[in-house]
């Protein structure tokens, strides 16, 4: 009997070493990363690989962290490296007020630009929340607002400058598969145009319109500027875009246009550039920080009438190169 004990134990140890060879216990650890000890860790859902791999994380177990310097310069960096960044909460905030602390110390410590107001009569923050009576401007409903779907843009395209940053904190994910985040990344979309569209969404030959819910002065209700930027190291990675604004201002600009709403519409796109954030990757509790600039997002149909998100606009600079 001892015998067949011990050939037993033999065994699950060499079955327990070939699982740690296939599936090494490093993989996490190399997205995932904490200002505090493994003991006040938040648990939230794993990723799927593909998001893992390119949507960094950070934890804050509590407030304290808006204001640490390490958590805030983790927060910085990696903006500035992936231009997106998953936060996950240890702790109940419906006030938001972690981001409000988060905001001043990256303006304070990192040169960020405080919030933009959304409106004439609504501050930092504006509540993705669907309403059919209550509107959050007089007598104009945002698109936020509905539980339609929104397809890929930029916020604040017609501003001048748009923010560099947006943030989302999820306060009630949709409990019924709708809702759905997808952000696809410029710099891989560009890629798939013509040097000649490239070319011509560069130039600043399309008026942007303001919708009417966000027009803050009564006579500046549109621009004119480019779709496309090239960044510092001259990679085309940078776009202010949203269809329904949009007018091109002659035959060269409205053929790049058409270039581009195709690529937005193709399955190479789809697969070479986009990742789709669900509830299940963005429960209660999680805030997505985003550079405005170097990911385009969409929505799908909202299906759950209580889906509550609260969003922050940041670091309005010119719309030139890093």
């Known amino acids: 009997m001892y015998r067949r004990v011990a050939l037993n134990i033999l065994t699950a140890h060499r079955i327990q070493g070939s699982i740690r060879q296939q599936y090494p216990r490093h993989s996490r650890a190399a997205v995932h990363e904490t200002s505090h000890p493994p003991l006040h860790e938040t648990r939230h859902p794993p990723l799927s690989a593909e998001i893992s791999q390119t949507v960094p994380i950070l934890d804050a177990p509590d407030l304290r962290c808006a204001q640490e310097p390490g958590h805030v310069r983790s927060v910085s960096e990696k903006l500035r490296q992936k231009g997106i960044l998953k936060v996950s909460l240890g702790f109940a905030d419906r006030k938001s007020r972690y981001l409000e602390q988060l905001l001043r110390s990256l303006h304070q410590n990192h040169g960020h630009q405080l919030p933009i107001a959304h409106s004439a009569t609504r501050g930092w923050f504006w509540d993705v929340l669907p309403s059919s009576t209550s509107f959050q401007t007089a007598n104009c409903q945002a698109r936020s607002e509905t539980m339609e779907d929104f397809p890929w843009h930029t916020d604040c395209s017609y501003e001048d ?37 490239r070319e011509s969404l560069a130039r600043p030959e399309f008026l942007i319109r303001t919708p009417p819910e966000f027009v803050k002065h009564p006579d500046h209700q549109h621009i004119v500027g480019s779709i496309l930027m090239a960044d510092d190291e001259g990679r085309l990675s940078m776009m202010r875009f949203r269809e329904d604004l949009l007018t091109p201002l002659n035959e060269r600009a409205s053929a790049a246009l058409k270039e581009l709403k195709q690529a937005l519409q193709g399955a190479e796109a789809r697969s070479h550039s986009t990742l789709h954030l669900t509830a299940k990757a963005l429960p209660e509790r999680s805030i997505i920080l985003i550079d405005n600039r170097r990911w385009l997002h969409a929505r799908n149909h909202v299906k759950d009438p209580e889906r509550h998100l609260r969003r922050v606009r940041w670091d309005a600079v010119p719309f030139t190169v890093y």
């Open 161 to 197: 400058p748009p923010p560099r940053y947006f943030a989302l904190q999820v306060l009630q994910p949709d409990r019924c598969g709708g809702g759905t985040l997808s952000v696809m990344n410029v710099e891989r979309l560009s890629e798939l145009l013509s040097s000649a569209a």
